[in-house]
Antibody
Framework: EVQLVQSGAEVKKPGESLKISCQGS????????IAWVRQMPGNGLECMGI????????RYSPSFQGQVTISADKSISTAYLQWRSLKASDTAMYYC??????????????WGQGTLVTVSS | SYVLTQPPSVSVAPGKTARITCGGN??????VHWYQQKPGQAPVLVIY???DRPSGIPERFSGSNSGNTATLTISRVEAGDEADYYC???????????FGGGTKLTVL
């Protein structure tokens, strides 16, 4: 059974750093792109970027380039989303999702349960 | 950048048919995927490649895509279908995965 299991909820202060994770199981982790998707409170879904764990090829959406870092450790089948200095506007639910295929034409067929990040002083 | 436009809300009585549209420039030339998100839950893929259904998704869910509009159709709507629905495409020119703004389906 394919599963993406994300790390737990986080409460941070502005300026702090954070790294959240997404561990895949039940499939060959290195062969599927993993995307990070942001959902701000009461808002829709936004794709932040995507990584291919096999070679760590990473693509960022322009809105998120330079704001976050996406990485992966294929030895433990885990993808990461990292911030160096959080802002209140980073408060959101973050999902990881598996892209079912090599090109962007393919859907996100499995999703993690989400990690709620709250940034407040 | 490529923009997908969805109506913010659609209401339908139980047993009737709901149609949720997703507008985009020449969207008929792209593959459209649809996701259902219930409150407090992660999104779930309900239609992919315009009209294919993943296993476990009822046949009541169907999709079409032509011209500048893609449509998710839910037949014989049930109370359990109440959720937010998002369309999504890949803009190959920018290599961006784009979501529509989402449509809240209310079952009256």
């Amino acid at each position: 059974e394919v599963q993406l299991v994300q790390s737990g909820a986080e409460v941070k202060k502005p300026g702090e750093s954070l790294k959240i994770s997404c561990q895949g199981s039940g499939y060959s982790f290195t062969n599927y792109w993993i995307a990070w998707v942001r959902q701000m409170p009461g808002n829709g879904l936004e794709c932040m970027g995507i990584i291919y764990p096999g070679d760590s090829d990473t693509r960022y959406s322009p809105s998120f380039q330079g704001q976050v870092t996406i990485s992966a450790d294929k030895s433990i089948s885990t993808a990461y989303l990292q911030w160096r200095s959080l802002k209140a506007s980073d408060t959101a639910m973050y999902y990881c999702a598996r892209q079912n295929g090599g090109s962007g034409n393919h859907p996100f067929d499995y999703w993690g349960q989400g990690t709620l990040v709250t940034v407040s002083s | 950048s490529y923009v997908l436009t969805q109506p913010p809300s659609v209401s339908v009585a139980p047993g009737k048919t709901a149609r949720i549209t997703c507008g985009g420039n020449n969207i008929g030339s792209k593959s459209v995927h649809w996701y259902q998100q219930k409150p407090g839950q992660a999104p779930v893929l309900v239609i992919y490649y315009d009209s294919d259904r993943p296993s476990g998704i009822p046949e009541r869910f169907s999709g079409s895509n032509s011209g500048n509009t893609a449509t998710l159709t839910i037949s014989r709507v049930e109370a359990g279908d109440e959720a937010d629905y998002y369309c999504q495409v890949w803009d190959s020119s920018s290599d961006l995965r784009v979501f529509g703004g989402g449509t809240k389906l209310t079952v009256l």
